[in-house]
């Protein structure tokens, strides 16, 4: 290979032997402020949650609470709403998107 083809796989491979603790948060592009993820604390609207892309590669699942009844719960890159009622779940499988081209 040409040392131009090799260039991509190179970097790419250099990326992944970083630590991800090594790895800075991407500062938000509508300067949202970044919280603790919280089973129990309902983000307010406009937060996100601090370290997603961190957390999906070492915790199991990410849990946070939405308002008083929803909840969104996201584990490896995929992610579901749902709703506790009084006795019963309801879940929200988004469909997934495809691409048109």
Known sequence: MTPR????PIALAAALAL???AQAEVPSTVNAPYVAESAETALEPG????????KNMTQDYVLQKLNDRV?????SFY???FYVGD?????SCA?????TS
Do not use: C, D, H
């Not at 937060?47 to 961190?54: A, I, P």
């Open 19 to 21: 630590p991800l603790t």
């Open 71 to 75: 909840y969104w719960v996201e584990g």
């Open 5 to 8: 083809t090799m260039t991509a």
């Open 87 to 91: 006795g019963r779940l309801l879940f």
């Open 95 to 99: 469909p997934q998107r495809t691409s």
């Open 79 to 81: 992610a579901t709403i």
């Open 47 to 54: 937060q996100k949650v601090e370290n997603l892309f961190s």
